[in-house]
């Protein structure tokens, strides 16, 4: 079983491989990092799993989105299309459109660069969806998992 100590020895590595202070937990193990004032992407450490769950709030919906929006949402969130293995959740208050994915901690571990680059993937993937939500358009048929890393610059 993995415990929080060893979590935050993981991240006192991502810190030191990134040069990025804010990756640092609270006491129940939640990590918050602004990303170009996009986005704050948040790392939750769950202990009894083995997990880390990664969360990004995307953007509000519209009053009226487009049925596209939803019918590319609920394919997303049922068949993981152009998802790269992460889900959607909606924040039924605010309309907030949340990317959700979950790292198993026994494998991110092992390779900080690997996960910092998946990081960034994830990051250019809820670029995509964002523009997406926002144009009201359907995804392009071209777009798959999780695409090459942008340029993203995390803020502390």
């Known amino acids: 079983m993995n415990t ?8 006192a590595q991502v810190r030191k491989e990134t040069g990025i202070e804010a990756f640092a937990a609270d006491e129940d193990g939640l990590v918050s990092l ?5 986005y704050t992407l948040n790392l939750q450490f769950v202990e009894r799993t083995g ?10 919906l519209p009053p009226d989105p487009p049925a596209a929006v939803y019918r590319d949402l609920l394919a997303g969130g049922l068949f993981g299309r152009d998802t790269a293995g ?3 959740a909606l924040e039924p208050e605010t309309g907030t459109v949340v990317y959700n994915y ?3 901690f026994d494998l991110i571990r092992r390779d900080v660069d690997e996960f910092t680059a ?10 995509i969806w964002r523009e997406r939500i926002q144009s009201g358009e359907s995804l392009p048929e071209t ?14």
Do not use: M, W
């Open 34 to 38: 602004d990303i170009d004032g996009r």
């Open 143 to 156: 777009v798959s998992g999780a695409p090459e890393p942008d340029n993203h610059i995390i803020h502390v």
């Open 102 to 104: 979950f790292f198993d």
């Open 51 to 60: 997990k880390v769950l990664c969360f990004i709030e995307l953007v509000q």
């Open 4 to 11: 929080i100590e060893e979590y935050r020895s993981f991240l």
């Open 118 to 127: 998946t990081l960034e993937k994830i990051l250019q993937l809820c670029d």
């Open 86 to 88: 992460g889900y959607f």
